[in-house]
């Protein structure tokens, strides 16, 4: 084992990360910085984990391109483009921490594209200023390798233990009337042997991308199984029907392959043909942002050119137009991984470019401090609902999970717990869920919770996952079904469209519903709105 602290299931102060990507990373980092040691727990060793894969950049007001950014506007531009169901206090606080954090990247060797030694940044959508650091078209990649080897340095003094290849089983509770997050049991995919660890846990585990068989950009690896057993397990998710699908995605074996939306930031075009002519139909109907529009509004208008009877079947990227430098120095990797999976090079021929899921906005439901409904559990990165309300501003993600896993680790570090006595946990359930029910559930939740919505066929999923329930399932598959009703049931319950979610029954906006929406299980899916702010007890 790379680790030098002895991994004991009881030793006190301990805290359990669940999750090794740019979330658990930062958790990890800033608890060691701290002096406060933890494990470091993930299916995958963090070389392999979801944030690998996130090209285009991260957010930061640095204002280096002179356009007088700020913090002030990063925060306008987040709460806007998310319709004003994030909370602002949060939001205001990525924003403002943003440059810090790329300053910190910057300062332990993340090697962002640069122009007489200032960070360059670029245009991303639903953005007026170039405020996206990135480099070159692999920015998730450089940064993993950069915050791996930082963490290697307290792996080395003991403050960091990495646990790959152990699996989340189960989290474990104290106290019968108010029951508190007490650890967790894992099992270890090597020998099958199940180890239980004492200590608060901060969930980094990733989106729902094994809900969605085959249509997301997100890994194959992750499979949901860890959501639905924590929400079975009465922690409370948010907004799980916002569902962001990126405009630009080809199809590859298994999932979806993201073209990053820096093809457009550094002036791709999209067009369809109408009438045999192309038609640029973002420059037409948003002079102002065009082709950089909020991702949502982008694959709702392919949506309708898609069906309008004018027009082809296929919107294509056009990148013809950019410059050899362009493709040199800030889109190498996008221009290689084109040429692979399509035989066609993207500087010579239009790309044929289709909408699929790349992120889940709604997920564990976490106040400014990112502690959960249950004390001693926290959540960050994707699995939690935090910063991007209705829809993601592009360059988001990684800062969220980044800040989200420095905030979780410095308000656990002041609360930690003197001492946590954990009942018994639930046996872990060994039972691999049926591909044929994995592939129903998938196939249910893709026919309504795609880019357009309406009541009828979402409650028609609904009854059909009802029926999947009177059928004899494990305990992972009734785990599964439970989760996904929670989606269903949550986009049904929104009779409005806003960002992501865009209902045909309902197609205005409601400002009675500016509420983010809470599913919580104790037997049954319940689903209401929050109408205050709450906070974990």
């Known amino acids: 084992m790379e680790c030098a602290l002895e991994v004991n299931a009881t030793q006190a102060g301990v805290v359990n990360i669940i999750g090794a990507g740019l979330a658990g990373l930062s958790s ?8 406060i040691p933890c494990r470091l727990i993930s299916v995958q060793p963090s070389e392999r984990a979801q944030s690998v894969l996130a090209e285009g950049g991260i957010n930061g007001a640095l204002d280096t391109m002179g356009e007088q950014d700020s913090a002030e506007a990063h925060c306008a531009d ?13 939001v205001r606080s990525l924003a403002e921490h943003a440059p810090e954090i790329i300053r910190f990247l910057d300062g332990i060797g993340v090697p962002f594209n640069r122009k007489d030694g200032a960070i360059q940044l670029r245009n991303f959508g639903g953005q007026k200023k170039k405020r996206t650091a990135y480099a070159k078209s692999s920015t998730g990649k450089v940064l993993m390798s950069a915050l791996i080897d930082e963490c290697r340095k307290y792996e080395s003094r003991g403050l960091v233990v990495r646990l790959s290849h152990h699996a989340f089983s189960t989290l474990l509770f104290s106290g019968a009337e108010k029951p508190e997050c007490a650890g967790v049991r894992v099992e270890d995919l090597y020998t099958g042997k199940e180890l239980g660890f004492t200590g608060p846990v901060i969930l980094c585990f990733g989106g729902l991308n094994g809900f969605f068989s085959g249509m997301t950009t997100g890994t194959t690896a992750n499979t949901g199984d860890a959501a639905a057993q924590v929400f079975a397990q009465g922690v409370r998710f948010g907004n799980l029907e916002m569902i962001q699908y990126h405009p630009t995605t080809i199809g590859i074996p298994g999932k979806r392959c993201l073209i990053s939306e820096a093809a457009r930031g550094e002036g791709g075009r999209l067009y369809i043909l109408r009438n045999g002519e192309p038609w640029y139909f973002m420059e037409e109907k948003y002079p102002e942002l065009g082709n950089l529009m909020p991702r949502d509004v982008i694959s709702r208008e392919m949506y309708f050119a898609l069906r309008d009877p004018n027009c082809g079947g296929q919107v294509f990227l056009d990148l013809r137009e ?33 909408p699929g899921i790349h992120y889940f906005m709604g997920g564990i439901d976490v106040d400014v401090f990112h502690r959960t409904n249950v004390r001693n559990l926290y959540a960050a990165g994707e699995c939690c609902c935090q910063y991007h309300g209705a829809n993601r501003l592009g360059g988001n993600s990684m800062l969220g999970a980044l800040y989200g896993g420095q905030a979780a680790a410095e308000h656990l570090a002041g609360h930690l717990p003197e001492t946590l006595e954990p009942l018994p946990g639930p046996q872990t359930d060994h039972d691999c869920a049926d591909p044929k029910i994995i592939l129903q559930i998938s196939e249910l939740l893709l026919s309504a919770l795609g880019i357009a919505r309406d009541g009828n066929t979402l409650q028609s999923a609904q009854k059909s996952l009802e029926y ?29 469209s806003r960002g992501a979610h865009f209902r045909v029954d309902f197609p205005g906006t409601n400002e009675e519903y500016r509420h983010q929406t809470v599913a919580h299980f104790d037997g049954l899916v319940k689903i209401a709105y929050r109408t205050s702010l ?3 007890p």
């Open 28 to 35: 990890a980092i800033h608890l060691a910085r701290l002096e």
């Open 322 to 354: 950019l410059s050899g430098e362009i493709w040199k120095k800030r889109l190498p990797d996008l221009r290689g991984e084109v040429k692979h999976y399509l035989g066609l090079d993207p500087a010579k021929a239009p790309i044929p470019v289709e």
């Open 78 to 90: 987040t709460l806007r483009a998310g319709c004003y169901l994030a909370d602002p206090a949060a």
């Open 534 to 536: 709450e906070t974990a």
């Open 468 to 496: 999947l329930l009177e059928r004899t399932c494990n305990e992972r598959e009734y785990r599964r079904i439970y989760l996904a009703l929670a989606m269903l049931q949550s986009a049904a319950f929104r009779e409005e």
